[in-house]
């Protein structure tokens, strides 16, 4: 709800600013609700000890294979002995922070806390290979006491299921997910916390287990301006969460096509409308970075799922990707939408000229740039979905 009344809210003010003919403000009052998402820094503690799977699992959040060269160090000896920033390769608003194990250092939980920064971070994960430890404990009492969230994770789960079905007769994947998420709850218990969540993941593949749950529960839990570029920043692990993307990026188009049309547009040749055609790439851009679809990240996807480049590259339908997007790109595209945005603008689009005051004289504008921008976001989210089919079929054999 709150999100739909900070809509409203800025309907309002961007139709208080058009009736009074004072363009400039309208703007302004978009651009400052756009930027105020945009922007919004998020940082992601995660620590555990040396070997519980914090740097692969720090990679494989950021769509990163261990091998890539911006990939958090990984292996087996004492990598981690500091605290490491690793910025989102698409959104550098996003941090996650590698924090060496409480148990690796002596100092008390509280000194722990201060001494890595805590007020920095959103939230703390907390990873384990096996059970969780008492120093584990401490530390999650204290995280609660500065009134930050802390969320376990129970890593390396492929290991445990593949070792499972070699040694069992019987081997069912459900029953044995549950025993060891049981045992790390009452291990927890055992030291004195109270409900504790543990999520179980494999990060060779965050599509199982639990790590879509960790999603969710995370989303619910951030505040309501962080829940965005969370989201954006996640790789893409359903089918589901490529639908909320596009509906996160969807929810924006009426801005974007406000401020398109009133901002110094400019006629498309070939189209009879004027538009921004820079503004409306610094959209589109976001739109590919969003879903993944740019070209150094079809890369990491190729490397961390290991279908070829290539073969992604042929899934896509879109002529916006996999090569690289330009404004002239773009032109050519829009032209091709000329007729068909013309249709469909007048139906759908032109709802909003009354809800945002949009004059006379930018409707057109408006509503080809709505219509464009709702196309190409169908084609990216579809596109995204191909993708993913094609990488899931891969790793699901
Ligand atoms: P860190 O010291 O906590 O940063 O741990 P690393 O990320 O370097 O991982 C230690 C070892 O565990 C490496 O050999 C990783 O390949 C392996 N590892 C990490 N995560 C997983 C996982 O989810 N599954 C499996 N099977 N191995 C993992």
């Not at 959040?61 to 920033?85: H, L, S, W």
């Not at 951030?222 to 509906?247: T, V």
């Amino acid at each position: 709800m709150e999100n739909q009344f900070g809509c409203q809210q800025i309907d309002t003010k961007i139709k208080e600013a058009l009736e009074k003919n004072d363009q400039n403000l309208a703007v302004a009052k978009i651009q400052e609700y756009l930027d105020k998402d945009q922007n919004v820094p998020l940082n992601i503690a995660v620590t555990g000890e040396t070997g519980s799977g914090k740097s692969t699992f720090v990679n494989a959040i950021r769509g990163i294979d261990n091998k890539d060269e911006k990939a958090a160090r990984t292996g087996c000896v004492e990598t981690t002995m500091e605290v490491t920033p690793y910025l989102h390769p698409n959104y550098p608003n996003v941090t996650f922070w590698d924090l060496p194990g409480i148990g690796t250092n002596n100092y008390p939980a509280a000194e722990y806390l201060k001494k890595v920064g805590f007020e920095k971070f959103d939230f703390f994960i907390i990873i384990s290979a096996d059970r969780f430890r008492e120093n584990d404990v401490k530390l999650a009492k204290e995280i609660q006491k500065m009134e930050k969230k802390f969320y376990f994770i129970r890593s390396k789960i492929d290991d445990n299921i593949r070792n499972e079905k070699r040694s069992q007769r019987e081997f069912n994947e459900e029953r044995t997910l549950i025993q060891i998420r049981n045992n790390c709850i009452q291990g927890l218990q055992d030291l004195g916390l109270q409900s504790p969540q543990v999520f179980l993941v494999s990060s060779f593949d965050l599509t199982l287990y639990d790590f879509p749950l960790l999603v969710e529960t995370l989303k619910e839990e951030l505040p309501e301006l962080k829940k965005e570029a969370f989201l954006l920043a996640m790789p893409n692990i359903s089918l589901d969460m490529i639908k909320e993307k596009k509906k996160t990026f969807k929810a924006k188009v009426k801005y974007f096509a406000t401020l398109s049309a009133a901002v110094g547009a400019v006629p498309v040749p070939g189209v009879s409308v004027a538009v921004d055609t820079t503004l409306l790439f610094g959209v589109v851009t976001k739109y590919v970075l969003g879903f993944g679809l740019d070209i150094p990240s079809l890369k990491r996807m190729a490397n961390y799922s290991g279908v070829p480049y290539e073969e992604l590259k042929k899934v896509i339908k879109s002529t916006l990707i996999a090569v690289k997007v330009t404004p002239e790109l773009l032109l050519r595209l829009l032209v091709q939408f000329g007729s068909l945005a013309a249709l469909l603008a007048a139906e759908e689009g032109s709802r909003f000229i009354p809800i945002i005051g949009i004059p006379v004289s930018m409707g057109l504008s408006f509503t080809f740039t709505y219509s464009s921008l709702n196309t190409i976001l169908d084609m990216l989210a579809d596109d995204a979905e191909k993708v993913f089919t094609r990488v899931h079929l891969n790793t699901t054999g």
